[in-house]
Structure formats: C-alpha cells, structure tokens
C-alpha cells in the first residue's frame, strides 16, 4: 500500500540551529518525491521534488532532500533555519503523470528566537 | 503566471445545509485535484480529473458529496447535506507533468 510517514508531529528549533524533518514512505513503483511547505490559512507551497537523477536536491528558500532509496527515505534539511521558516511541512509521494500523491501527515515547525 | 484560484476562501454553514466549492485551475493544466484537509491532518484526495474525466474518486463519499469539471477547465465541488465532520479546508490543485500547484484552498466549518 502506498503510504507517507513523517514520524515528528512537532519540532522545536532555535533560530540559526539546523534542521531536519524525516520522511519515509512506502511506494510500489518509481517514486517521485515532494516537499511541500503550508503557513497558516495558505495553501501549499512546493520546496522541492526529486524525480530521478542526484540524490541530493535543492530547492527554495535554502531547503535540500536527500533520496535514500535503501531507507526508503526522503529527509528535509536545513543548515541554520530563519524564524519565517516556522509552518507546516508535508512530504508527498506520487508518480509522474496523473497519479494520486500520497500525503504525510505533517511536521509542525515551531523557531525560537 | 496566475496560480491557482479558489472562492470562497471561508465558508461558515449550518449541518444539512449546501455549499458549493469553486475552482480555476492554471491554463493549460489538464488535471486537476480536490482534496480535503482535516485540521493536523495532511490532504486527502477526494477527486482527480483528467480534463473533464474522471480519473479517482475513489474516497469521495458520494452520497453527499459530488464535483463536475465542466470544459475541463473550471471545477466545481458540492456537498449537500453537509455534515460536522465536512469542516475542513478544500484544497484544489493542478498539475503539468506531476507537479501539483496548490491554490489557497477554501475553509469550511460547518455548526
């Protein structure tokens, strides 16, 4: 069964402090991997997707992922996070053309000055 | 380019009343998704369209719920009798080539 598991619901970080949100899925064909960011009363923002290739990947606002297909494992991180990184982070799994994502259930992020 | 669009942006209804979702996917989308996100929870798929076909519904619960994409372009969702478990936020998105592009979504709560 496809499925998307974000083991912290919540994480409390100090400003400047580095981060990292976990992210394991379960997915019977080539995963394509999304992390989506969504601030209070806003809809989802995407920081970044991996479809093949590097598995590092970059994305916005100074986000990178890591694709470990043995752990089956696709963790966000962020070397010194800024209090405007505080929001609601969701990992997605999906296919390329037309399939339905699978949505974690998200990592609350909470910056402490 | 213009993102994805959704009215109402906040809903407030009594239970076994109606209410009617809309939403303007990015041009030159064809598909196009509604979901459901109950508050702590992550989305929910609800429906999927392929232009103005239907590609999922599978987790639409279809006595109360329904949604057409008329043109494949505009999609609208309905649910009649609400009930108190329907408050939520209704995200629409659309996608080119897998990646899904959110709108602000609509907030439902139903008393």
């Known amino acids: 069964a496809q499925s998307v598991t974000q083991p912290d619901i919540h994480?409390?970080?100090?400003?400047?402090?580095?981060?990292?949100?976990?992210?394991?899925?379960?997915?019977g064909a080539t995963p394509y991997l999304f992390w989506?960011?969504?601030?209070?009363?806003?809809?989802?923002?995407?920081?970044?997707?991996?479809?093949?290739?590097d598995t590092l990947v970059q994305?916005?606002?100074?986000?990178?992922?890591?694709?470990?297909?043995s752990q089956s494992s696709f963790n966000l991180r962020k070397p010194s996070v800024h209090w405007s990184d505080a929001a609601e982070?969701?990992?997605a799994v999906g296919a390329i053309f037309g399939d339905q994502f699978y949505f974690g259930t998200g990592t609350s992020l909470t910056v402490i000055p | 380019e213009a993102g994805v669009a959704q009215s109402p942006r906040y809903k407030i209804i009594e239970k076994r009343q109606s209410v009617a979702f809309w939403c303007?996917?990015?041009?030159?989308?064809?598909?196009?998704?509604?979901?459901?996100?109950?508050?702590?929870?992550?989305?929910?798929?609800?429906?999927?369209?392929?232009n103005n076909g239907?590609?999922?519904?599978?987790?639409?619960?279809?006595?109360r719920f329904s949604a057409e994409r008329l043109k494949g372009v505009d999609s609208t969702l309905k649910i009649q009798?609400?009930?108190?478990?329907?408050?939520?936020?209704?995200?629409?998105?659309?996608s080119l080539e897998g990646e899904q592009y959110f709108g602000p979504g609509t907030r439902l709560t139903v008393t």
């Open chain 1, 11 to 27: 994480i409390t970080v100090s400003e400047g402090a580095s981060l990292e949100l976990r992210c394991n899925y379960s997915y």
């Open chain 1, 36 to 53: 989506y960011v969504q601030s209070p009363g806003q809809g989802l923002q995407l920081l970044l997707k991996y479809f093949s290739g």
């Open chain 1, 59 to 69: 994305g916005i606002k100074g986000f990178e992922a890591e694709f470990k297909r």
């Open chain 1, 89 to 91: 982070y969701f990992c």
């Open chain 2, 24 to 50: 303007n996917p990015i041009s030159g989308h064809a598909t196009l998704y509604w979901y459901q996100q109950i508050l702590g929870q992550g989305p929910k798929l609800l429906i999927q369209f392929q």
């Open chain 2, 54 to 63: 239907v590609v999922d519904d599978s987790q639409l619960p279809k006595d």
């Open chain 2, 81 to 94: 009798p609400a009930k108190l478990e329907d408050s939520a936020v209704y995200l629409c998105a659309s």
